[in-house]
């Protein structure tokens, strides 16, 4: 049985159809290219996978349990992390703050109001660690804001992999990255593969044919067709689609 | 197709300074960071002082400026760190005052248990109206925050129990137990300003908890706090509640220092003033609101001896602030380095 399932999931925007009865599957452990054209519904997918848009109809399961009627907050819970297109940091806080942040969501109470955070070692410990794997100690006591780019999407992925998911949801790290942020970023998705599962939504197709172990095409909001690189590179609707021509929906 | 969920600029109210210019702080660190201390003993000493001055007047007047005080606090502590723009604060101050007037009215004499009583009506009615308002966004909740206090401003003004238009006056003083009451003329005075101490500690440790952490990461990125896994709803629910019960408390004391409450306490002038204060002393900084309710209380009183219009150099004031240090006056205060403030 797959990790994560999402069956016939649709979303409307007025008379825009973003999302057509996808069907989606990730293996345990796989790392899973979704890609496709501008304005194909692939950052709407992530959206309503993650819980930030309401699906208006369909089913999304991770491991078992229906995460369907759940809210964001609780998707995460249930082991489903995700990143964003645009960076999405806390620009003000210093990146130690941002990695505390994301590691104080995931152990215990955020409702604790009278001991003084900097006093609870096991959360600066773990931001530390997380700091260290992602590559971000130089910068610990900078603002997020003022951070190179490609760091911001590091950082980005750092909150994400706080949370300990087993599914990744990653939209577009790539994106506006130059060739040498771009092959870090590579590294680090490639130094995750096997601790979890990674849905990755990318342009990149480079990347794509070197991480992706299974690819899914997404045109006009539905799934063209899914396998492995060498099955989506031979698949004349997807060269069209790739060379600008119309699909006949 | 744009993406509605990650667009940065939906961050609902943008943090209050990235990089304030802290000019005092960094001439004169020793003192900046001892001056918390400093101003709570020359208010500790002021009633003792005050008779060698003839300033005895002016006890009571700054008896008055620590309860808004404590009451801009609270409007502070939701609006500069949670950013949830309420505009209807002086209506859960309204509450904590009636309390106090329902209680006498029932017999009740004891100032600790109305105090008490007024900080627990008014935490629960701001749970109630929170629950609703905070399902709302910018200027909807801005919007709804001030319709639930205008009806509590109705409901006060219907009240002929309470005296209605025309309030409440609470002629014998409220007891605050024998050994405090015989004490000295201007015990109230000291039981004002330790509760208003007790506060402002109370606030400065949750600012760096991690309730406090927790709370900012929803206003400057609320989207990111949900993808994190942070219950958000429930954790604006929490700090819209514990605001709403501090001005409750400080509206029971302002009960007991008027002797006299009526509807005219929670119109809702009185919560854009509050707004007004806490903007002028610095929106999310610990000592913004103290700041912004001495500066302005303080000028009120002394233009109003010269002119009756004093709306409008206080008018002017604010428009000086707003185009010359925009970030407050506690922005001055503060250290680069953070910790002087909790931002």
């Not at chain 1, 016939?8 to 057509?20: M, S």
């Amino acid at each position: 049985m797959s990790l994560f399932r999402a069956q016939g999931l649709v979303k409307r925007f007025g008379g825009l159809l973003a999302a057509d009865h996808v069907d989606l599957a990730v293996e345990q452990g796989e790392i899973h290219a979704l890609i496709g054209p501008n304005g194909a519904g692939k950052s709407t997918l992530v959206n309503l996978i993650s819980g930030l848009l309401p699906a208006d109809a369909g089913r999304i399961v991770l491991d078992g349990v229906d995460l369907t009627p759940l809210s964001a907050q609780q998707r995460v819970r249930h082991g489903l992390a995700r990143c964003f297109q645009i960076a999405s940091v806390f620009r003000s806080d210093s990146v130690r703050d941002n990695l505390l942040l994301a590691v104080q969501a995931q152990a215990g109470s955020s409702f604790r109001c009278l001991r003084r955070r900097e006093s609870e070692r096991a959360l600066m410990d773990a931001a530390q660690a997380l700091a260290e794997r992602l590559a971000l100690t130089e910068v610990l006591d900078r603002p997020a804001g003022v951070l190179p780019h490609g760091m911001q999407k590091r950082l980005d992925v750092a909150l994400a992999l706080a949370a300990r998911p087993r599914l990744l949801l990653l939209d577009e790290p790539m994106a506006g990255m130059g060739p040498e942020d771009s092959r870090q970023m590579i590294e680090l998705i490639e130094s995750l593969r096997g601790e979890m599962a990674i849905l990755l939504i990318e342009h990149d197709m480079d990347a794509v044919f070197q991480l992706a172990g299974r690819i899914s095409v997404l045109v006009n909001g539905r799934v063209l067709t899914s396998g492995d690189a060498a099955h989506v590179r031979g698949h004349a609707e997807v060269q069209s689609v790739y060379l600008g021509t119309e699909v006949p929906a | 197709m744009a993406n509605p969920v990650s667009d940065p600029s939906r961050a609902t109210v943008q943090t209050a300074a990235a990089h304030p210019q802290p000019r005092l702080a960094v001439r004169f660190p020793g003192l900046v960071r001892r001056l918390p201390w400093l101003v709570l003993a020359v208010l500790a000493l002021f009633p003792l002082l005050a008779p060698l001055g003839g300033l005895e007047y002016y006890v009571g007047f700054v008896r008055r400026l620590l309860i808004v005080a404590i009451a801009a606090a609270s409007l502070n502590f939701i609006l500069g760190y949670g950013g949830m723009a309420a505009l209807g604060h002086a209506g859960f101050v309204g509450v904590g005052a009636y309390t106090v007037v329902a209680l006498v009215d029932a017999g009740f004499s004891s100032a600790w248990l109305a105090w008490g009583a007024a900080l627990l009506a008014a935490g629960l009615c701001a749970a109630l109206i929170g629950a609703v308002s905070l399902r709302t966004r910018g200027v909807y909740f801005i919007m709804i925050t001030l319709a639930f206090a205008q009806m509590l401003y109705y409901l006060a003004v219907s009240l002929r129990t309470y005296g209605g238009d025309d309030g409440y006056g609470l002629y014998t003083p409220l007891a605050m137990g024998a050994w405090l009451d015989g004490a000295h003329p201007d015990v109230f005075y000291w039981v004002v300003l330790g509760i208003a101490a007790l506060v402002f500690a109370a606030f400065g440790r949750v600012a760096h908890s991690r309730f406090g952490y927790a709370l900012r990461g929803i206003r400057d990125n609320e989207t990111r706090m949900a993808a994190l896994g942070y219950p958000v709803y429930r954790l604006k629910l929490a700090g819209f509640a514990a605001a709403g019960a501090v001005a409750g408390l400080a509206g029971g004391l302002l009960a007991s220092h008027n002797a006299f409450v009526s509807p005219a306490i929670m119109h809702w002038t009185q919560s854009a003033l509050l707004l007004v204060m806490v903007m002028l002393g610095g929106l999310g900084r610990r000592w913004g609101a103290p700041l912004g309710v001495a500066l302005w209380l303080t000028l009120e009183e002394m233009l109003k001896l010269y002119t009756d219009y004093w709306h409008w150099p206080l008018g002017l004031l604010l428009l000086l602030v707003v185009f010359r240090a925009p970030q407050g006056l506690a922005a001055l205060f503060e250290r680069r380095d953070g910790h002087g403030g909790a931002r």
